[in-house]
């Protein structure tokens, strides 16, 4: 499976972004992680393909939204209110399993992944 990511780019903090991730096969669960420079790799989203089932991290609710988007067959994250600690590296992730909800948050749950797509945010 090949993920193809898009989005991302630099915005003021308070501010706007969307980004996309197309499976190139049909999984099961998708999600984001992000990496900021010198910070391990974390867990920000996931959602079922079937759109039944999200989560999100602590830090990121309330303001990222994930969601599947039937039109283009693709996974969005919707982010607002940026803050700069929002600046990494963003992820897109798959699996061809339902995992189960308290394993999304672990890398090691998902089998594909992206092309990483930076996000900076900064006055």
């Known amino acids: 499976v090949q993920l193809q990511a898009s989005g991302g780019g630099l915005v003021q903090p308070g501010g706007s972004l969307r980004l996309s991730c197309t499976p190139s096969e049909r999984v099961l669960t998708m999600g984001w992680f992000r990496q900021a420079p010198g910070n391990a790799r974390e867990f920000v989203a996931a959602i079922r393909w079937s759109g039944s089932s999200y989560h999100y991290a602590d830090s990121v609710k309330g303001r990222f939204t994930i969601s599947r988007d039937n039109a283009e067959s693709a996974m969005t994250l919707k982010m607002n209110s940026l803050k700069p600690e929002d600046t990494a590296v963003y992820y897109c992730?798959?699996?061809?399993?339902?995992?189960?909800?308290?394993?999304?948050?672990?890398?090691?749950?998902?089998?594909?992944w992206g092309q990483g797509t930076l996000v900076t945010v900064s006055s």
């Open positions: 992730a798959a699996s061809r399993s339902r995992v189960i909800q308290s394993a999304v948050k672990s890398a090691s749950m998902y089998d594909f």
